[in-house]
């Protein structure tokens, strides 16, 4: 794929890496709640959980996620913790 098809449908690096941590956010929380429906044992529902996210998040390049740090640095800010 092109950079040019690419940027038909995203206005910037920023709108790519946006919409791809949305997906994944989408991706991860459809999962999580599946394991819940189909687990009742909170050792099973955690370490399945584990699983999902580790699985989720290596798949991504960490090339990727440099490259976009690197362009887009509030893209890897992590927010404070609620109290």
């Keep these: 794929m092109s950079k040019n098809t690419i ?5 910037s690096r920023k709108t790519i890496a946006k919409s791809l941590v949305k997906r994944l956010q989408q991706q ?4 999580l709640l599946n394991i ?3 687990n009742k044992d909170p050792l ?9 996210m580790r ?3 290596d798949r991504g390049s ?13 893209f890897g800010r992590i927010p404070p913790l609620p109290e």
Excluded at 62 to 74: E, I, R, T
């Design 28 to 31: 991860l929380n459809t999962g």
């Design 62 to 74: 960490s090339n990727f996620f440099l490259k976009s740090l690197q362009n887009c640095p509030a």
């Design 36 to 38: 819940e429906k189909e």
């Design 7 to 11: 940027y038909k449908h995203f206005q």
């Design 44 to 52: 099973k529902i955690f370490s399945s959980s584990v699983f999902l």
């Design 55 to 57: 699985k989720q998040l």
